[in-house]
């Protein structure tokens, strides 16, 4: 069982649906990233959370640190939100990342 | 203030080869620390660099290795290349790293490594 599961691994939707992508973990961290990684490779660091919730925009990220989970929301989706998002934990100090959400939203 | 520069973009080699691939990090920051990304494994840490000293390493057999100079930047070398090390290397540099307090992480663009 992998220390970082995320769901679903794929996701289309319509332009405007809210999205939510959900990232469990199994390990003790210090705080859980949420990363975009667009088609070519490069990797924006889009949250980091220890607790509680976080809102940038249309993304809203939350964290629940006794049940081990976390949500990425993405309110009014749009076709630019296209992209891999990937959760990763910080824990024994270093990054240990999830196999990643491909979301494609259509207009 | 610039971001994360990663070179070269791409690169091919054969089997049996080395390589050198080359990080510099946003001014000021002082942690680099290496990832490598392929289809069947993911993102996984191969090492950190702080202060010119490596802080933490991942699961990677020896033939990975780095080091930080004095101005921040790293270099990774991988020696005795494998079909398997075919993958997008990333780095990713921030104020603290692990210690302490984690902060977040600027990733470069990568390097896209071909194994023949």
């Known amino acids: 069982k992998n220390e970082v599961e995320q769901s679903p691994q794929n996701l289309t939707a319509q332009e405007g649906e809210f999205i939510t992508i959900n990232c469990s973990y199994s390990v003790g961290i210090s705080a859980l990233h949420w990363l975009q990684q667009h088609p070519g490779g490069g990797i924006v660091s889009l949250f980091m959370l220890s607790s509680g919730k976080k809102k940038h925009g249309r993304l809203i990220a939350t964290i629940n640190i006794q049940e081990k989970h976390s949500s990425l929301h993405i309110t009014a989706s749009h076709p630019r939100d296209s992209a891999v998002y990937i959760c990763a934990v910080f824990g024994n100090e270093k990054l240990t990342f999830g196999t990643g959400t491909r979301l494609t939203i259509i207009p | 203030k610039a971001g994360v520069t990663q070179t070269p973009r791409y690169l091919i080699k054969t089997r049996g080869q080395q390589v050198t691939l080359s990080c510099s990090p946003i001014s000021g920051h002082r942690s680099v620390s290496w990832y490598q990304q392929t289809p069947g494994q993911g993102l996984q840490f191969l090492f950190e660099?702080?202060?010119?000293?490596?802080?933490n390493k991942g699961n990677f057999p020896g033939r990975f290795s780095g080091r930080q100079f004095s101005n921040s930047r790293s270099e990774m070398n991988v020696s005795t290349l494998e079909l398997g090390d075919s993958a997008l290397y990333l780095c990713?540099?921030?104020?603290?790293?692990?210690?302490?307090?984690?902060?977040?992480?600027?990733f470069g663009p990568g390097t896209r490594l071909t194994v023949l």
């Open positions: 660099y702080f202060s010119e000293t490596q802080r």
């Open positions: 990713a540099s921030s104020f603290r790293g692990g210690r302490g307090r984690p902060d977040t992480q600027y």
